[in-house]
């Protein structure tokens, strides 16, 4: 596609959004005067309610905007609907810093230091998790009118995504929402097929005398991810322009002639992974408190001060994880992973599964020592964790539990030019007795032209992942006694909005590092190493309509660990950007974002791991794509060309230099990717 023909189509493409598109509504504005409630779950300090006006339910039913906002789970932090068309990564649940296998919905690893930094059970399966839902991730939203989002993305080889969100305040002091994520991308090589499913569904209610609170969350999780395992020979792909022509052709390790399909509504997987997970979480809590009103103009404000909370939070989830392969090849399976299975299994189905339950209560009480400042507050409380793990049927169903506590501080300054927020969790018996986790940080407001400052120490101590333990089905052939590791955390972040800087640095200090080295073995390194990562953002503008944004990322490791991150990562976008004809918002240029050669980890298809290997190293192009995006009101839309540094003239006008992942496993050429995010006030 030459570069005139594609501004020719985005002219044409906006001129049609101007002069057909309905647009049902303004777009959002927030305003943080609303709050949930009492506690450290609202901002306003006074708790103070008007029992003769209420701006939820007395808002013109016929005006054209609203009032919206949210907070995630756990945090006393008012954030607006982000309205933005510049970052096309905003609109992912991937963001740019993270690397697939070689399409969207692969398993991911992130480009910087990663590792998982929480205490007690794991399961052991996280090359998913950027896409899925999770508690940690959940919005509380707060709005004056039914408000909803739908967006759809349309990708190469019928890549798509479809995304949904409703949210409403049936009453000022109840609301519900509900969120569903679709994304199915066949890939361009045989058995790439990758599909998420993602449900989530909340409610908040808060009594009318504000004594009683609660939270509810539904998750469900579905990844059906099939598993080829890299390219049986990648240099073929020099000869694609000549001879196969297509990618799809290719023999791959895993995965037989005739079982592989492109088909885009075909979630099933005949060779790969398919893990499931859904979880219910009821949190709620009763204030005992202080009552107060006043009277201004004949208008009585009625006030209640929290001063001990009494809490329970409610857990029950389910999950499952598993590899399976319906016509496994013990040739390939010996040939290319040392992998020997049984001779009656050639050509039948082998599966390895873990299948979990878990129920979890927590009881805490909660003391706000200053009824002026609901942003302070006191917390302890004790938990009991169940856990049922059914495994193959040698080892059958077993039953565990931990027993924890837990402790936090958290001040938010009435000035709020300081934060502090502290927390820790301890684990006192049970499965994963000795784990704990501790973080603390501070905050502070140097000045409206200098920015803010945040320091925090993060220590975590845990038990290995459950799938290295005995009991667990899946292929690991040393699993048996692992010691517990240890990561500590040292980070500092600097933001100055007023220049647009963010800085950001973290060390880590790291003991006992399990990691995988070989597609069905671990290791453990008891020596201590540090890894240093140093970041900075900066939006530099070049003239009216030109804006330069950069990401500059630099990691450095200590000494030899099992642990490889290129030195060097950036990502820049160059953008013209600017406001024209009142309601139409442009932004559109060129995205560059480029690693330093380094050893990318591999990947083993059976354990869902990411492994540590020397022997290979990355060294691609800078990854290019030209973007166009704009918003029209409620209405976005993003055109994006990718992969543009697979150009080969060499062979003609041909996207076929491909960059790669790791080795085997190599991107595809030229991709196209258009998307639509609307709004709706209703």
């Given amino acids: 596609m030459h570069l005139k023909?594609?501004?020719?189509?985005?002219?044409?493409?906006?001129?049609?959004?101007?002069?057909?598109?309905?647009?049902?509504?303004?777009?959002?504005?927030?305003?943080?005067?609303?709050?949930?409630?009492?506690?450290?779950?609202g901002?306003?300090?006074?708790?103070?309610?008007?029992?003769?006006?209420?701006?939820?339910?007395?808002?013109?039913?016929?005006?054209?905007?609203?009032?919206?906002?949210?907070?995630?789970?756990?945090?006393?932090?008012?954030?607006?609907?982000?309205?933005?068309?510049?970052?096309?990564?905003?609109?992912?649940?991937?963001?740019?810093?993270?690397?697939?296998?070689?399409?969207?919905?692969?398993?991911?690893?992130?480009?910087?230091?990663?590792?998982?930094?929480?205490?007690?059970?794991?399961?052991?399966?996280?090359?998913?998790d950027i896409y899925n839902f999770t508690t940690e991730n959940t919005k509380f939203y707060q709005t004056t009118k039914p408000y909803s989002e739908l967006a759809y993305l349309l990708g190469s080889k019928a890549e798509q995504l479809v995304s949904i969100l409703l949210t409403q305040n049936k009453k000022s002091n109840f609301n519900y929402s509900f969120e569903y994520i679709f994304?199915?991308?066949?890939?361009?090589?045989?058995?790439?097929?990758?599909?998420?499913?993602?449900?989530?569904?909340?409610?908040?209610?808060?009594?009318?005398?504000?004594?009683?609170?609660?939270?509810?969350?539904?998750?469900?999780?579905?990844?059906?991810?099939?598993?080829?395992?890299?390219?049986?020979?990648?240099?073929?792909?020099?000869?694609l322009s000549t001879t196969l022509n297509d990618p799809y052709s290719l023999e791959t390790r895993l995965g037989r002639a005739g079982t592989a399909t492109t088909n885009p509504f075909n979630?099933?997987?005949?060779?790969?992974?398919?893990?499931?997970?859904?979880?219910?979480?009821?949190?709620?809590?009763?204030?005992?408190?202080?009552?107060?009103?006043?009277?201004?103009?004949?208008?009585?404000?009625?006030?209640?001060?929290?001063?001990?909370?009494?809490?329970?939070?409610?857990?029950?989830?389910?999950?499952?994880?598993?590899?399976?392969?319906?016509?496994?090849d013990s040739t390939s399976y010996a040939q290319y992973f040392n992998f020997k299975i049984p001779n009656n299994i050639n050509g039948d189905t082998i599966m390895y599964k873990d299948s979990w339950t878990e129920i979890n209560n927590e009881f805490s009480?909660?003391?706000?020592?200053?009824?002026?400042?609901?942003?302070?507050?006191?917390?302890?409380?004790?938990?009991?964790?169940?856990?049922?793990?059914?495994?193959?049927?040698?080892?059958?169903?077993?039953?565990?539990?931990?027993?924890?506590?837990?402790?936090?501080?958290?001040?938010?300054?009435?000035?709020?030019?300081?934060?502090?927020?502290?927390?820790?969790?301890?684990?006192?018996?049970?499965?994963?007795?000795?784990?704990?986790?501790?973080?603390?940080?501070?905050?502070?407001?140097?000045?409206?032209?200098?920015?803010?400052?945040?320091?925090?120490?993060?220590?975590?101590?845990?038990?290995?992942?459950?799938?290295?333990?005995?009991?667990?089905?899946?292929?690991?052939?040393?699993?048996?006694?692992?010691?517990?590791?240890?990561?500590?955390?040292?980070?500092?972040?600097?933001?100055?909005?007023?220049?647009?800087?963010?800085?950001n640095a973290e060390y880590f200090a790291v003991n006992n590092y399990i990691y995988y080295d070989s597609f069905l073995t671990a290791k453990q390194d008891a020596s201590l190493f540090n890894v240093l990562h140093i970041s900075a953002e900066k939006k530099f503008k070049l003239s009216r309509h030109w804006n330069w944004y950069t990401d500059i990322h630099l990691q450095q490791t200590t000494g030899d660990p099992p642990v490889n991150i290129p030195f060097f990562y950036t990502r820049n976008r160059i953008a013209f950007e600017g406001n024209f004809f009142s309601n139409l918002f442009i932004s559109t240029g060129i995205e560059v974002r480029y690693q330093t050669s380094y050893k990318a980890d591999g990947y083993s298809p059976f354990l869902g791991q990411f492994m540590n290997q020397n022997r290979y190293s990355v060294t691609n192009r800078p990854d290019i794509s030209a973007f166009m995006n704009f918003r029209i009101k409620s209405f976005k839309s993003f055109l994006r060309l990718e992969n543009l540094n697979s150009l080969d003239t060499q062979n003609g006008f041909k996207f076929d230099k491909r960059s790669f992942a790791t080795e085997q496993y190599p991107y595809a050429g030229l991709w196209i990717r258009f998307g639509i995010w609307w709004n709706f006030v209703n």
């Fill in 5 to 41: 023909g594609l501004y020719q189509f985005c002219g044409m493409a906006i001129l049609v959004a101007i002069f057909v598109l309905p647009v049902s509504a303004q777009m959002p504005r927030s305003n943080g005067s609303n709050n949930f409630g009492g506690g450290n779950n």
């Fill in 43 to 128: 901002t306003n300090p006074n708790n103070k309610t008007n029992v003769k006006k209420d701006s939820l339910q007395h808002r013109d039913p016929f005006a054209d905007s609203l009032t919206i906002y949210y907070r995630f789970f756990d945090s006393t932090r008012n954030r607006k609907i982000d309205s933005s068309i510049n970052d096309y990564y905003s609109r992912l649940p991937m963001g740019p810093n993270f690397h697939t296998l070689g399409s969207y919905g692969a398993p991911a690893q992130s480009y910087s230091f990663n590792p998982v930094m929480k205490a007690g059970w794991d399961p052991g399966f996280h090359q998913f």
């Fill in 183 to 239: 994304s199915n991308t066949p890939g361009f090589l045989k058995t790439q097929n990758n599909s998420h499913n993602n449900f989530r569904i909340t409610s908040h209610y808060l009594s009318k005398n504000k004594h009683y609170e609660s939270f509810f969350i539904f998750i469900s999780n579905k990844t059906a991810a099939s598993e080829n395992g890299g390219l049986r020979d990648a240099k073929k792909l020099d000869s």
């Fill in 267 to 328: 979630t099933t997987v005949k060779t790969g992974n398919t893990y499931k997970y859904s979880s219910f979480l009821y949190k709620h809590h009763y204030d005992l408190g202080q009552k107060d009103s006043t009277v201004t103009d004949s208008m009585v404000y009625h006030f209640f001060y929290p001063r001990v909370r009494i809490e329970h939070v409610l857990k029950f989830a389910s999950s499952s994880y598993s590899f399976s392969d319906i016509a496994a």
């Fill in 365 to 503: 009480l909660i003391s706000f020592p200053e009824k002026n400042n609901q942003s302070q507050f006191f917390k302890a409380g004790i938990a009991l964790q169940n856990l049922f793990g059914t495994f193959d049927t040698l080892t059958g169903k077993h039953s565990f539990y931990n027993i924890y506590g837990v402790a936090e501080y958290r001040n938010r300054t009435r000035n709020q030019k300081w934060d502090i927020e502290a927390a820790g969790q301890l684990y006192l018996n049970g499965l994963n007795a000795g784990d704990y986790s501790a973080i603390v940080s501070m905050k502070r407001l140097l000045g409206s032209k200098i920015g803010t400052l945040k320091i925090g120490f993060q220590n975590v101590n845990k038990s290995p992942a459950f799938i290295l333990n005995p009991l667990s089905s899946f292929p690991v052939l040393n699993r048996g006694s692992y010691s517990k590791e240890n990561i500590a955390r040292l980070f500092l972040q600097y933001d100055n909005a007023k220049i647009g800087w963010k800085l």
